[in-house]
């Protein structure tokens, strides 16, 4: 998971290639902690998998690259919310962000205690301590508080981490778990699941059945991030829309075929658990006789995980930081250290992060709390991106002068279908959501939608106070987030303040020079 807001990129002078930018996608999106959840469909995960590559993945990568080259300044999705709704919006999409990679980190770094666990020597031994709540407590701990002073160093120190991180801890497990689900069959291994024809079809009658499918969108999230490189692609009008395809289509088949290794190997009554990518390993090694490299690839899971966390333990922080300067939080949360990082606010989501670890692990039934807490994770991003696409649409009519170096292809039409099917496509999911998945137990149902909609509602709730109570003097005068295009803006030679102009204004003053 990852967004433009998270990792700013200087433009390089050199182009991209198609197959690179590709790539540079694949990368940012794909992660392995999600295909044991999507086990439990069998065949048919991968009707849900096409069906949000086609109508959620393409459509935030398309509609992103125009945001980003129209509106280049910092800030992302606050800066796209903001120009099209108001400063309100901005920081309520900038807030949501925070807040739902805030619930993300624990249930991602269990997936990291899990994977250290098998790195032991013996399997029996390995599974109970991955059981273990307070071993896995204190590893998402460590590994957090491990990743925030990683990030602290500045970017030069989180940006490799990441990048090599990335190839080890994903693309390697990933091509390793691909490759192990085709052997398997090939050399005559019993699938655990039926293979025919009425198995791929999925029962979209039933919506308990719509709420895990719904977790599949944000396995896509992040493909926004490389938005940034569009303008460094030759050709960009023909060349990017063909890169965002390659890399939809690759994420999508190392997903499925991810999956369906999962379902191949593990029972399906044991999928759905963080311990079945694991066991998927184990077992397929086993298997071939390659036992001795199950701790390898656990610890490479690890690392992984690790790499992800720095970089969004550092971007939104960032954003966040940029925005309180603006003058949306008080002076107190816009310090930062002598790496330029903002430390204050990545300690208090350190604090949070660790209050939400201690609340998750020790409830009574973790495989609940982490499908209520992936779920309203979840819900939150949804909702980022629907403020995403109505901006997206919105300019088009408010802002239609504005120079976009990389438009949605079909003209406004092409805008509506395209943005408008995202659109569409994010609501039915953030609905589903909403639905308790019959595969796992979530206790009672009426329970589970008041934990959801209650939180929800208390998060949403929250920047829309801090945003009423904020004071002039909170903004810093040396801010580099610069004023929307309808907000007035301080004159600094001490002049009276003077509204931003607007793009086709802003011609005509160059036209009369």
């Given amino acids: 998971m990852a967004s433009s807001d998270v990792m700013p990129s200087a433009k390089s002078p050199a182009k991209i290639t198609v197959v690179g930018l ?26 849900f998998y096409l069906f949000a590559a086609a109508f959620f993945l393409i459509p935030v990568s398309l509609v992103a690259a125009e945001l980003t080259t129209g509106w280049p300044e910092k800030g992302g999705v606050f800066r796209w919310a903001g120009e099209a709704f108001g400063a309100r919006w901005g920081f309520l999409a900038i807030f949501l962000l925070i807040a739902q990679v805030t619930i993300w980190f624990p249930l991602v770094l269990t997936f990291a205690a899990i994977s250290l666990a098998y790195t032991g020597p013996q399997a029996t031994v390995d599974e109970k301590l991955s059981g273990n709540q307070l071993y896995v407590l204190l590893s998402v701990l460590a590994v957090y508080w491990l990743a925030t002073a990683i990030a602290a160093r500045g970017v030069a120190a989180f940006t490799r981490i990441a990048k090599w991180g990335g190839i080890v801890g994903t693309i390697i ?217 109505a901006s997206a649409i919105y300019l088009r009519y408010r802002q239609p002068d504005q120079p976009r170096p990389y438009r949605v292809p079909g003209g406004l039409a092409g805008m509506w279908v395209i943005g408008g099917a995202g659109f569409v496509a994010s609501t039915l999911a953030l609905a589903s ?49 610069a004023p929307f295009t309808d907000e007035p803006r301080d004159d600094r030679s001490g002049g009276t303040p003077t509204r931003r102009q607007g793009p086709a204004e802003a011609a005509e003053a160059d036209a009369d020079e």
């Fill in 433 to 481: 959501s909403l639905v308790p998945p019959s595969q796992i137990g979530v206790g009672s149902p009426a329970l589970y939608l008041g934990l959801l909609i209650g939180l929800a509602a208390l998060i949403i709730t929250t920047p829309l106070l801090l945003y009423a109570r904020r004071k002039p003097h909170w903004r810093d005068p040396a801010s580099e987030v």
């Fill in 22 to 47: 590709a790539m540079l996608n694949i990368v940012a999106v794909l992660s392995l902690d999600g295909p044991p959840t999507e086990a439990k469909y069998g065949l048919s995960a991968a009707f």
């Fill in 173 to 389: 497990p990933a091509a390793a778990l691909v490759t192990l689900g085709a052997a398997y069959l090939v050399s005559g291994g019993t699938p655990q699941i039926q293979l025919d024809r009425g198995a791929a079809i999925p029962d979209l009658s039933s919506l308990n059945n719509l709420a895990l499918a719904a977790s599949i969108f944000l396995f896509y999230s992040g493909m926004e991030m490389n938005a940034v490189h569009v303008q460094d692609v030759k050709n960009p009008d023909r060349n990017y829309p063909v890169a965002i395809l390659i890399a939809a289509a690759g994420t999508a088949s190392i997903l499925i075929l991810g999956t369906l290794t999962i379902a191949f190997v593990v029972p399906r009554g044991e999928t759905g658990s963080t311990e079945s990518l694991l066991i998927t390993f184990i077992d397929g090694l086993h298997w071939f006789g390659l036992s001795w490299a199950t701790p390898i690839l656990a610890f490479a899971l690890a690392i992984g995980v690790l790499a992800g966390i720095v970089t969004w333990v550092a971007g939104p922080s960032t954003a966040l930081q940029a925005v309180a300067k603006a003058g949306y939080l008080p002076p107190s949360y816009q310090a930062t250290n002598k790496n330029g990082m903002p430390i204050r606010i990545m300690l208090l989501q350190a604090a949070a992060v660790s209050a939400v670890a201690v609340v998750f692990v020790f409830m009574p039934s973790v495989e609940a709390a982490f499908q209520i807490l992936s779920q309203l994770a979840g819900l939150l991003y949804l909702v980022v991106y629907l403020i995403m696409f």
